[in-house]
């Protein structure tokens, strides 16, 4: 399974950007696709996940701002990103993992900058 993220980019703060994360395969096969995103000298954190059963999880400091949604017929998860601040600045990674599977795809940047 690939995925193959893209949108980031420079926004000013208060700004909005969305991500995409486009599966090669049916996206019910994948448990759970995830967003997660990383700054220089920290861990990969999770920011926003949703199951195949549609059941949604998204982490307190973005909730409110930060929202998921599904294509299913082009296999592909949405992260939509508004009023964005620049805490938020990180390289974000696409994933999908279930039981015996953990894939990610490449980070992107976003950058959040006046």
């Known amino acids: 399974v690939q995925l193959q993220a893209s949108g980031g980019g420079l926004v000013q703060p208060g700004g909005s950007l969305r991500l995409s994360c486009a599966a090669s395969?049916?996206?019910?096969?994948?448990?759970?696709i995830g967003w997660h995103r990383q700054t220089p000298g920290n861990r990969r954190e999770s920011v926003a996940s949703?199951?195949?059963?549609?059941?949604?999880n998204i982490v307190g400091s973005v909730a409110g701002r930060f929202t998921l949604s599904r294509d299913n017929a082009n296999n592909t998860v949405y992260l939509q990103m508004n009023s964005l601040k620049p805490e938020d600045t990180a390289v974000y990674y696409c994933r999908g993992s279930g039981p015996g599977y953990d894939y990610w795809g490449q980070g992107i940047q976003v950058t959040v900058s006046s």
């Open positions: 395969t049916n996206i019910f096969m994948i448990n759970t």
């Open positions: 949703i199951t195949n059963r549609g059941g949604t």
